[in-house]
Structures are given as structure tokens and as C-alpha cells.
């Protein structure tokens, strides 16, 4: 299996926490497909929701994860909605182990309700988190390794994920 570490999970599940501390356990690079994607179309993700639309930023998401992924010893954190095509959960499954990070609602809630950076948040934040939480269920679930965040450290997270990696493959 190629050496990549793929974060997976709605938004605010801590994939951007978990990964840099994942990148400083293993010295691997860091990626976060958001912000590849950013700085390789040069445009931000509200820009592209607005002026594009969803159906055009998935196609970049795509193109994004297919070219992040040709490469190997990263920790690549991708946002929360690459799982939804087929053809994205099958380049990550081919790529590397991937890590689905869970957290409920209220938790999502807390950890997103400062940013207003996320187009599929606007309007009313408790109601749009739940309308997500219900939609994507089932998403994640092709991942290698479950992971529930709720209530733990970072240092928590990473040390039950330690555990989980070494199960299955001898990188770190
Ligand atoms: C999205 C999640 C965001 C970003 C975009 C769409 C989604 O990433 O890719 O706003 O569909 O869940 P994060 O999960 O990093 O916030």
C-alpha cells in the first residue's frame, strides 16, 4: 500500500488538528487538499461555490486528489465532502489508509461556528450541521480506521490512532 495517511470526516471532525499532529509523529509532509486546491486555481472555496457552483469545485476536488495523491509519505487532510464520489473514495482506498474521523453534531457545532469560510454552513448553523450529519451518514464509512473524536485531546486521538495504524501497516 503506498505510504499516505488520508484524513476523512464532515467538517469539524478535526481533521486539520489530528493531521499536522499525524505529520509530526511520522515527519511526513502535510496536505490539505483545500488548501492545495486554493493556491493551485487561485481562487478561494466561497469564490468558487458562488461563481462556479458545487458541481465545478467537486470536479476541482478531484483533480486535486488525484494529483496529491500520486505522490506518498504525506498526511493528507481532505474536505469534508471529497467522499461523496465514488471515483474519490476509490483513489483514496488505492492510495494510502484511510482515517475516518467521527465527532456529533454539538461538537461540529462548537468547533465550526467561528469560520465563516465554509459555503455549505451558510444560514442557519445548527440546522445546516444536522441537515450534513443526516445526508453524509454512511459516507465515511469506507475508510480502514473509525475514529471518534468527541471529548478527547489531540494526544488521545493520536495515540488510538497509533494503535490502529500499526495494526494494519508498519509505518510509524
Ligand atoms: C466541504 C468541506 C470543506 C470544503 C468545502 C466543502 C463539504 O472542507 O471542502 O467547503 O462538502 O463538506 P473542510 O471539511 O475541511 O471544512
Excluded: H
Excluded at 500500500?1 to 464532515?10: H, P, S, Y
Excluded at 458562488?50 to 509519505?73: A, H, N, P, V
Excluded at 454552513?121 to 459516507?139: A, F, I, P, S, Y
Amino acid at each position: 500500500m503506498k505510504k499516505n495517511l488520508i484524513l476523512i470526516g464532515l467538517m469539524g471532525t478535526g481533521k486539520t488538528t489530528v493531521g499536522q499532529a499525524l505529520a509530526n509523529l511520522t515527519n511526513w509532509r502535510q496536505v490539505d487538499c483545500d488548501q492545495w486546491l486554493i493556491q493551485n486555481y487561485g481562487m478561494s472555496i466561497p469564490f468558487i461555490f458562488k461563481e462556479y457552483g458545487e458541481e465545478k469545485f467537486r470536479q476541482m476536488e478531484t483533480e486535486s486528489l488525484k494529483t496529491i495523491l500520486q505522490d506518498d509519505c504525506q498526511v493528507v487532510m481532505t474536505g469534508g465532502g471529497a467522499p461523496l464520489r465514488e471515483e474519490n473514495r476509490r483513489i483514496m482506498v488505492e492510495n494510502g489508509l484511510v482515517i475516518a474521523l467521527q465527532a456529533d453534531a454539538n461538537t461540529i457545532i462548537e468547533r465550526v461556528k467561528l469560520d465563516r469560510n465554509r459555503p455549505l454552513l451558510e444560514g442557519n448553523l445548527v440546522e445546516r450541521v444536522n441537515t450534513l450529519v443526516e445526508e453524509r451518514k454512511g459516507v465515511y464509512d469506507f475508510a480502514q480506521i473509525q475514529i471518534q473524536t468527541d471529548g478527547k485531546t489531540v494526544e488521545e486521538i493520536v495515540s488510538e490512532l497509533k494503535g490502529e495504524i500499526n495494526k494494519r501497516v508498519s509505518w510509524i
